[in-house]
């Protein structure tokens, strides 16, 4: 296996940090990728994954719960470590997410592919992948991955939005030795191995459309629909009453914007004071949102999987990033643990976001990751 992982459930920075080196003790590895609750103390977290893993490259980010070789966990780090025989990973950082012209993307861009080649491990083109992590409360992630998109061209790309553990307060991603807010971290992952980037859900229109009628598209709030308050219409239209934070419920009857023949949720953040909603995707004056249904939840992994293993065999890793809202959901319906043994038994590694990112979309109530396979690519076997 070319792809190693770790988890650590231990609460005190300088032991989780130190489980971890442990546990990749005597790997070569390009980089190591981690996901870590904000529970910690962020500050001794970043010092003592500076100290014990000095030898690697290691980037990273807080989350709403995490995904680890055990399944479902919160309050816990995980991580992978990319084998360096088989695996080029080149790291770029974004300090203000809302500075990002073209121009200073494609330099990236440009920067990750020659690094990335210059580790001759495999072709760039088909063989590779970027993976962005983003501060999860930033409200620059659409125009940010529109631009990062454009300049990536051909390369498939998914990302997650950070999260702190459902408080909505300060999400973090760690690079260069420290944790930052605002921020953005692109990787470019060049392989000789089969792979394929996804991205699924398990939602289903209604008959029911509401229209945004006036919306505050800087602050990600519609303040009505159909011309009346916007809560209020909300709460109509799925036959329940809401509190302010009420995410379970918000789970299990989310709304959905129809592009091409697809439907991508619009995840609702909270009801506000004045019956306004504020979503954690951008949302306009004049769109139409769907009334989304659920299908099972646990069928809709397991399918994905089926499909992803027709065309790679088994993986030897899915990265995979979780919409917090799906395990809300899952908690629920009383599945989150079935949930969690096949995440396992499926070989999941990630985080439960604040949101996903998928081709330079940015989207929600989704899982988004990349399936690695086990096989190299026909055209470089020896």
């Known amino acids: 296996m070319k792809l190693a992982t770790a988890v650590s459930h231990q609460s005190d920075p300088e032991l989780a940090a130190k489980e971890l080196r442990q546990q990749f003790a005597g790997k070569s590895l390009s980089q190591i990728l981690f ?28 989350t709403a719960g995490e995904i680890t070789p055990d399944g479902y966990s919160q309050g816990s780090i995980t991580a992978i470590g990319f084998d360096s025989e088989d695996f080029a990973v080149s ?24 690094e990335c080649a210059s580790a001759n491990i495999a072709p760039l083109k088909e063989h590779s992948f970027a993976i962005t992590l983003v501060d999860g409360l930033s409200i620059d992630e659409e125009i940010f991955l529109v631009t990062l998109n454009a300049a990536l061209g051909s390369i498939p ?16 991603v760690f690079f260069n030795g420290r944790f930052h807010t605002n921020a953005a971290i692109v990787l470019l992952v060049n392989t000789p191995y089969e792979f394929e980037v996804f991205s699924t859900h398990h939602l289903t229109p209604s008959d029911t459309k509401l229209i945004v009628t006036e919306a505050n598209q800087q602050e990600r709030s519609v303040v009505e629909l159909n011309a009346e308050p916007a809560a209020r ?5 799925v036959g329940f009453s809401f509190s302010a934070n009420c995410f379970h419920q918000f789970a299990l009857h989310p709304l ?26 951008a949302v306009e004056k004049g769109i139409v949102l769907t009334v989304m249904k659920s299908d099972d939840l646990l069928d809709n ?18 990265i995979g990033f979780d919409c917090f809202l799906r395990r809300m959901e899952a908690q629920e319906l009383g599945v989150e643990n079935q949930v969690s043994e096949l ?5 999941v590694i990630g985080l439960n976001t604040y949101g996903e990112q998928y081709q330079g979309m940015h989207i929600n109530q989704t899982l988004t990751g990349v399936a690695i396979g086990q096989r190299k690519h026909s055209d470089l076997q020896p």
């Open 233 to 237: 219409v909300y709460q109509d239209a």
């Open 343 to 347: 995440f396992k038994s499926l070989h």
């Open 256 to 281: 959905a914007v129809k592009l091409g023949d697809d439907y991508f949720v619009r995840s609702i953040q909270s009801i506000e004071p004045d019956d306004s909603l504020k979503f954690f995707c």
């Open 91 to 114: 790291v770029g950082f974004v300090e203000h997410m809302e500075e990002f012209p073209l121009k200073e993307a494609q330099a990236l861009v440009d920067q990750l592919r020659d």
């Open 157 to 172: 790309n998914f990302g997650g939005s950070a999260g702190d553990d459902i408080n909505l307060a300060r999400t973090h």
């Open 301 to 318: 992994i397991q399918n994905q999987y089926d499909r992803l293993t027709a065309r790679l065999g088994e993986p030897q890793l899915i």
């Open 35 to 62: 996901f870590c609750s904000a529970k910690y103390d962020l500050n001794r977290l970043g010092e003592a994954i500076n100290a014990e893993l000095a030898d690697y490259a290691v980037c990273g980010c807080t």
